[in-house]
């Protein structure tokens, strides 16, 4: 049966998100600071509201797509708050990507509010939130999760519960720091491969089936050539974004500063990308570091 669903934050993500739910069968209600999020929500069936707060009122399900963790808490507190104005028992799904340590505060507070919370973060960027084939990383409990998974699965393909509050932010920087480090690895061999005389057709073909192998080479390889479909072919516009690695793994840095883990090779990735989204990179796809490299090594940009 349809349920009665806030959503909050009708942005990249937020905004199919959301459209994808009024599919299902759901009545959402959205708000966006933004008017022209607004207007294109509109045309997508979401009834559009006059604030966060009037969304949530008489909502069964909270849901937020917001760009960081201060908007998240701010959005949930306050007078004009989603946990004051929604009734007490809702869910309350945060999807936005946050710092683990910020999706317990929101948590501790819809939970002190006598709501339910989980903390749901997708992979899958703006083409999955479009199809309705993101993966949903869900923390919380597990009841919360049963309650949450039907509503889940109309904007997603694939929803692992990962355990209690802040699960799901855990498994998303830990798989995006595996994923930003395995871009840098890829493009540093391409780079040596190609001073060595390699060509980057060779060095494909045996690394993709040899130990080398992983997404970072086989699904959305930094050059162009090897795989038709990834963003070297059309110069690197994203797919994901420089700037979303960045901030992925400054949320990463701030986790190994909250528990003492030393991931040097984190946090290097976290410098590199970091450098690269405050030049070029911030629009382009995260796969674009390997022109930094090359730039830095004497070698020529492709294509
Ligand atoms: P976006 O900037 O396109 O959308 C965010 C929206 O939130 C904007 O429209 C903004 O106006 C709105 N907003 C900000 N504060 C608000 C408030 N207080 N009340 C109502 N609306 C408010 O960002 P996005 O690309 O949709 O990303 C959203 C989240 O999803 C981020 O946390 C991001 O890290 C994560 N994410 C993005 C991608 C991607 O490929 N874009 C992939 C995975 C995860």
């Not at 009545?27 to 509109?42: H, I, M, N, Q, Y």
């Not at 162009?224 to 963003?231: I, R």
């Amino acid at each position: 049966m349809g349920k009665n669903i806030a959503f909050i934050g009708l942005g990249h993500m937020g905004g199919p998100m959301a459209a994808n739910l009024v599919k299902a069968g759901h009545r959402v209600s959205g708000f966006d600071l933004a008017p022209e999020a607004l207007e294109t929500a509109r045309a997508q069936g979401i009834e559009v509201a006059g604030s966060a707060a009037a969304a949530a009122a008489g909502a069964d399900v909270v849901i937020s797509m917001l760009p960081a963790g201060r908007h998240v808490l701010d959005a949930y507190q306050g007078r004009d708050g989603l946990l004051d104005a929604a009734r007490p028992g809702s869910i309350f799904l945060d999807c936005s990507t946050i710092a683990v340590k910020d999706a317990r505060i929101a948590h501790d507070l819809a939970t002190a509010y006598g709501h339910r919370s989980l903390d749901a973060p997708v992979s899958g960027g703006v083409t999955g939130a479009a199809n309705g084939t993101l993966t949903f990383m869900v923390g919380g409990s597990a009841d919360d999760f049963g309650e949450a998974e039907p509503i889940l699965a109309a904007m997603g393909g694939r929803i692992v519960h990962c355990g209690g509050p802040g699960a799901g932010q855990a498994a998303k920087l830990c798989n995006n720091m595996i994923l930003g480090i395995s871009m840098i690895a890829v493009s540093e061999a391409f780079v040596l491969g190609e001073k060595l005389g390699l060509s980057n057709q060779a060095l494909f073909d045996v690394a993709s089936a040899a130990s080398g192998q992983c997404w970072a080479l086989t699904t959305n390889c930094p050059v162009p050539g090897p795989v038709p479909d990834s963003p070297a072919n059309r110069d690197y516009q994203p797919g994901f974004a420089g700037a979303l690695m960045a901030k992925d793994l400054g949320l990463a840095v701030q986790a190994f500063e909250a528990t003492g883990v030393k991931a040097r090779l984190g946090s290097l990735a976290e410098e590199i990308y970091r450098d690269f989204a405050e030049g070029e990179g911030a629009g382009r796809d995260f796969s674009g570091i390997i022109n930094e490299i090359r730039a830095t090594s004497g070698a020529e940009a492709l294509p």
